[in-house]
């Protein structure tokens, strides 16, 4: 299973506007609140790349990662800096890197380990997704299990 990388470019020239305490709070309780197993992680290298990537855009607070609907198999991943904090997001703590995603998209990602992944010169960003049931040959699309 491939995910659709992206690797965010950092922008100078975006104004920081302040983000809501409050907002990133609730978004880390959200997050908190769920068992061990269901929370979004990722590995050292995926935290170095990200540090990286974003050094130079103070307005990125972490990476978004999200789905949207996408290719033959059903989903893909979206990935960019996230720039703000919604009221119902989930705010993932990775040892000083954020991963933020919405609650339609934790019904996809739940438990995913997001790691860095090199190989011959090929880099990108990889979901481990536990809950891919199937994805297409061409590696941009995936659907997963069923919930009730």
Known sequence: MTAQTHSAQPVNDTPV?????ARIEAARGHAAALPAEQRLTMTEAARKHLERTFADDPAALGLRLGIKKSGCSGFAYVMDAARDVAEDDLWFDCDGMPIITDPQSLDAIRGSELD????GLTRMLHVNNPNVEDSCGCGESFTVHETD
């Not at 860095?116 to 190989?119: A, G, K, L, M, Q």
């Open 17 to 21: 506007s302040p983000v809501d305490p």
């Open 116 to 119: 860095y992944v090199v190989d």
